[in-house]
């Protein structure tokens, strides 16, 4: 298999062939993605909840974003790796590229920046300078506080037609792809009808060009599960049968036994 490329992604579009994307976020999780054939690795924020343990995206650092896309670099994965620019790192053309640089430097192959309309000039400088964007519209994690909270996007007209107006100019800028993250599926039809590029839908219903799950999330190992989630394989449990297996073991003295000492 080759290296997945922003081009290759928009040829599959073409190709009416659909696009699974998973985040990753530790050399590990990246390899077995990847050896799974997937062709986007996103190093998201997300890595904020479901890895630190924060409440939300917001108080995710640069510095934790890039040594978990270092982390998934080392892998070589032939997907593409997108690196997730943290809150407040793109608030001026400048600080993006400047930015978007360093995830460049860690490893990434491209960058993912939270909006539509009121980021293009982030999004246009970051292009520029030669880094490939992908696009984010929709319930938009970092603005959780100015959108009242976790809820679906596109409700109403007036929101749905900001949707079209952000995906069409952000496809103007020059983005490679877009994420949808919780929009109503009637209006991410219309999205994914509008634009050339690929929508990635998270939570926007099955009418996108690819999808993108939180790989935490579909293994099971999250605490609280979003609607819009698939659980396609129960890591909790194994590892907690796992974990208290060994402790019986230590503690009745089978572990290790004569094959473990040397
Ligand atoms: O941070 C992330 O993982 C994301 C995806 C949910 C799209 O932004």
């Keep these: 298999m080759v290296k997945t490329t922003p081009q290759r992604l928009k040829e599959m579009k ?23 054939g997937i062709p986007v690795i996103l190093v998201g924020d997300s890595l904020g909840m479901v890895v630190l ?3 939300n995206t917001l108080p995710v650092t640069m510095e934790e974003m890039l040594h978990h896309v270092r982390a998934v ?4 994965p032939k997907a593409l790796v997108i690196g997730d620019m ?13 930015n978007a640089q360093r995830f460049v430097e860690a490893g990434a192959d491209a960058v993912k920046l939270e909006g539509g309309e009121d980021v293009l000039p982030q999004v246009r400088a970051v292009i520029a300078a030669g880094i490939p964007v992908l696009g984010h519209v929709g319930l938009l994690p970092q603005s959780v ?22 995906v069409t100019l952000l496809e103007q800028a020059g983005v490679f792809a877009v994420v949808v993250e919780c929009v109503v599926a009637s209006v991410t039809k219309k999205l994914t009808e509008a634009i050339a590029i690929p929508t990635i839908g998270i939570g926007a219903g099955p009418h996108c060009d690819g999808q993108v799950l939180v790989i935490h999330d579909m293994l099971g190992l999250s605490p609280r599960l979003p609607k819009h989630t698939k659980v396609y394989a129960n890591i909790t ?4 049968e796992a974990c208290a297996a060994y402790k019986q073991d230590v503690e009745q003295g089978r572990f290790p036994e004569s094959r473990q000492s040397f």
């Design 86 to 98: 943290p809150y407040r790192t793109y608030e001026t053309p400048e600080q993006a590229v400047a």
């Design 53 to 55: 343990g924060y409440e």
């Design 237 to 240: 449990t194994a590892m907690r």
């Design 14 to 36: 073409q190709r009416s062939e659909k696009i699974a994307v998973l985040t990753a976020y530790d050399f590990p999780t990246a390899r077995l993605v990847d050896e799974a």
């Design 145 to 166: 506080q100015k959108l009242g909270g976790y809820k679906v996007q596109g409700k109403t007209t007036e929101s749905a037609e900001q949707l079209l107006r952000d």
């Design 73 to 76: 670099a080392r892998v070589k």
